[in-house]
């Protein structure tokens, strides 16, 4: 989806320079986000912001209630040899306003991904969501995904 989409008097599209603050305080807000996210300087998000906005295989997508950024996540596209040259989508950082949690609203989003990684022509939608994340790993089995790999990060720098 490449313009916006409103259901339940939310609209999902794309994100603009100008959500970013809004972006950054709701990855802040929560037991991990606190201690890795600075929403005081912006100025790296916004050079992160740019490069995404620049990547046609990348869609920051914002929730809004009103003019209001009430949730986001990234979803991007990823191609690949395995399973005969199949697309897959990923999708990072679901975050939903705290104002907003309990209405259905991370359902939307996610839904909104699993409709347009299908647009794009992906066959394969994944995630992974943080081992201490155990109320958002019920969200996601709910909605019908498994935890059939297990992912591993490695810190660089």
């Not at 037991?31 to 906005?53: M, N, Q, S, V, W």
């Not at 596209?77 to 989508?89: E, F, I, K, N, T």
């Not at 950082?93 to 259905?104: C, F, I, K, P, Y």
């Not at 935890?147 to 720098?157: E, N, Q, R, T």
Request: net charge neutral; charged share 25%.
């Amino acid at each position: 989806m490449t313009d916006s989409e409103t259901t339940g008097g939310v609209t999902v599209d794309r994100a603009r320079a100008e959500d970013v603050a809004a972006i950054v305080a709701m990855l802040a807000d929560d037991h991990l986000g606190a201690r890795r996210e600075d929403p005081g300087d912006l100025t790296p998000y916004l050079a992160a912001f740019k490069a995404i906005d620049a990547d046609p295989h990348q869609f920051l997508a914002v929730a809004r209630r009103g003019d209001r950024v009430v949730g986001t996540l990234q979803l991007t596209v990823l191609p690949g040899l395995s399973r005969r040259g199949a697309l897959r989508a990923q999708i990072e950082a679901v975050r939903v306003h705290a104002d907003e949690r309990g209405s259905g609203l991370g359902t939307r989003l996610v839904t909104w991904a699993e409709e347009e990684a299908l647009r794009r022509g992906c066959s394969m939608l994944q995630l992974t969501s943080d081992a201490s994340r155990t109320d958002a790993h019920r969200f996601y089995e709910r909605l019908g995904y498994t935890a059939s790999h297990v992912g591993l990060k490695k810190p660089l720098g």
